[in-house]
């Protein structure tokens, strides 16, 4: 069964032990099984707190990470693939501290608006630096999913086959394609499609609508993403993401775009998004049932 995750900045863009504390408790009350917590300052990350938050509300952790320009591991530049390699592998340490499952995001470049295509040889590079960080996770446990994000985020993985690729020429067991439906809905000719055929090379899912605000309020089509999902035999996570200026300031706002203020209500959007997401896997898995031939997907 997948477990159900919130991401942490539905509730607060910063991680000191308040709150870690109040993050972590309400994401436990409304139910999910998971909190996913994005550090880009490891050292405001309070491991302590989150622990003991995690343990005694009984959720899991996963964690996304994302690199700067002076960090783009695809750059071809050895100065800057050389920092950004450091950089993910102290982020698995962080991770590894803190119990995570999943260390997700844009591994494999910078987040930015790029001007020019990737290069053969700075994918290359890529690809070796994920190798590494990929060992080092394994040795935790950790499942790295590389997020297949918009044109406008990284030029190096738009599409779940380009993802798959990349995936396989990492050739690491621990190494998944990480899909997100709001960036799909951007890239992909045909989103059920694409999730069906990543199979089982899928290791992370993100739901977020059209516009990132309430599930369901967009142009998204949950009832094909959901039923994509449960014919693939994904039984991994699946984690809310959405972004209000109500929550995030600066430098979030603007390395995400978040320019309009899409909720205000914390609680409700994130009570709201795990019903969503109970009733449309449900209905899918029921839909899956009458199927002809249909496999158990559980
Ligand atoms: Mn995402």
Not at 28 to 41: K, P, R, T, V, Y
Not at 86 to 114: E, M, N, P, Q, W
Request: charged residues 20%; hydrophobic residues 40%; contains cysteine.
């Amino acid at each position: 069964m997948n477990k159900l995750g919130l991401h942490a900045f539905v509730w607060t863009a910063g991680w000191n032990a308040d709150d870690a504390t109040r993050a972590i408790g309400r994401t436990a009350e409304l139910g999910f099984d998971l909190i996913e917590a994005s550090a880009m300052d490891y050292a405001a990350f309070d491991v302590a707190a989150t622990r003991r938050a995690l343990e005694a509300n009984r959720i899991g952790i996963t964690m996304s990470f994302g690199l700067t320009d002076d960090m783009d591991v695809s750059s071809g530049d050895p100065g800057r693939v050389a920092h950004g390699e450091r950089h993910l592998l102290d982020g698995i340490s962080l991770a590894r501290d803190v119990g995570a499952t999943h260390v997700c995001g844009i591994l494999y470049s910078a987040f930015r608006k790029y001007d020019t295509p990737p290069t053969q040889d700075g994918i290359a590079g890529s690809v070796e630096v994920v190798r590494r960080v990929a060992e080092k996770a394994q040795a935790s446990g950790i499942t790295l999913g590389m997020e297949v994000v918009n044109r406008y985020e990284s030029n190096v993985l738009n599409t779940a086959r380009q993802a798959v690729r990349f995936c396989d020429r990492v050739g690491m067991p621990n190494v998944k394609v990480h899909l997100d439906c709001y960036h799909m809905n951007i890239e992909e000719a045909d989103i059920a499609a694409a999730i069906t055929q990543t199979g089982d090379r899928l290791g992370y899912f993100h739901t977020g609508d059209s516009h990132r605000g309430y599930l369901g309020s967009g142009s998204i089509d949950f009832g094909c993403v959901f039923r994509a999902l449960v014919a693939s035999g994904y039984a991994g996570p699946i984690t809310f993401e959405s972004f209000s200026s109500a929550v995030v300031g600066q430098p979030l706002e603007g390395i995400l775009g978040i320019w309009r203020t899409l909720w205000d209500d914390s609680r409700d959007l994130a009570a709201h998004a795990k019903l969503f997401t109970d009733a449309h896997l449900h209905a899918a898995r029921q839909a899956w049932r009458h199927v002809p031939d249909a496999i158990d997907p559980d």
